[in-house]
C-alpha cells in the first residue's frame, strides 16, 4: 500500500494534534497537581496560623491574669507594709501619758480602718491568691479576735503582723515559683 501525498498529510496532522493533546493533557495535569499542593500548603499554613493565634490568644489571657495578680500582691505588700510601720508607731505611743490618749485613739482607729481595708482586699482576691488561703484564714482569724476585743495591745498587733509576714512569704514563695518558669 502506497501512501500518497495527502495521507501523509492527513497522518501529520494526527500525529501533531495527538501530540499537541497529549502535551495539553501533562500540562493541566502538572497545573491540577500544583494547584492542589498549593491548596494543601495553603490550608497547613492557615492551620499553623489558627494555632499560633490561639496560643497567643491563651497566652495573653494567662499575661493578663498574672499581671493582675501582681497588680494586687503588690497592693497588698504595700498597704501591709504601711500596717506594720504603724504598729511600730502604736508601739511607741504604749509609752504615752494619760494626757496623750487621744492621740493614741486616733493612731488605733487610723490602723483598725488600714486593717479592715487589707482584710477585705485579700478576701475580694482570693480567687487571685489561691496559693495563700491558709495564711489569708490566719490573718482574719486574728483580726476577727481583735475586732471582738475592741483593743489591738501589743500583743494582739504582733501576732496580726506574724500572719502577715507568713502570708508575704507565702506570695514571694509564689512569685519566686512564676519567675522560674
Same mark, same amino acid.
Given at each position: 500500500m502506497q501512501l500518497t501525498l495527502l495521507d501523509i498529510i492527513i497522518i501529520s496532522i494526527i500525529n501533531a494534534i495527538v501530540a499537541?493533546?497529549?502535551?495539553?493533557?501533562?500540562?493541566k495535569g502538572k497545573n491540577l497537581a500544583t494547584?492542589?499542593?498549593?491548596?494543601?500548603?495553603?490550608d497547613e499554613i492557615e492551620k499553623v496560623k489558627n494555632l499560633y493565634n490561639r496560643n497567643l490568644s491563651e497566652y495573653n489571657v494567662r499575661l493578663e491574669k498574672f499581671?493582675?495578680?501582681q497588680e494586687i500582691r503588690i497592693d497588698i505588700f504595700e498597704r501591709i507594709t504601711?500596717?506594720?510601720? =504603724? +504598729?511600730?508607731?502604736?508601739?511607741?505611743?504604749e509609752k504615752f501619758k494619760p494626757d496623750e490618749l487621744p492621740v493614741q485613739y486616733e493612731l488605733d482607729e487610723k490602723i483598725s480602718g488600714d486593717l479592715s481595708i487589707i482584710v477585705r482586699n485579700l478576701l475580694a482576691h482570693k480567687v487571685f491568691?489561691?496559693?495563700?488561703?491558709?495564711?489569708?484564714?490566719a490573718l482574719k482569724k486574728n483580726v476577727d479576735i481583735w475586732w471582738m476585743k475592741k483593743n489591738l495591745g501589743m500583743a494582739a498587733a =504582733? +501576732?496580726?503582723?506574724?500572719?502577715m509576714d507568713d502570708l508575704m512569704k507565702k506570695m514571694m514563695d509564689?512569685?519566686?515559683?512564676?519567675?522560674?518558669k
Open positions: 499537541y493533546v497529549s502535551i495539553y493533557l501533562k500540562t494547584k492542589e499542593d498549593i491548596g494543601k500548603i495553603t499581671k493582675k495578680v504601711k500596717f506594720k510601720l =504603724m +504598729v511600730l508607731k502604736f508601739a511607741d505611743l491568691l489561691v496559693d495563700c488561703l491558709d495564711e489569708i484564714d =504582733m +501576732v496580726i503582723c506574724d500572719r509564689y512569685e519566686n515559683k512564676d519567675s522560674d
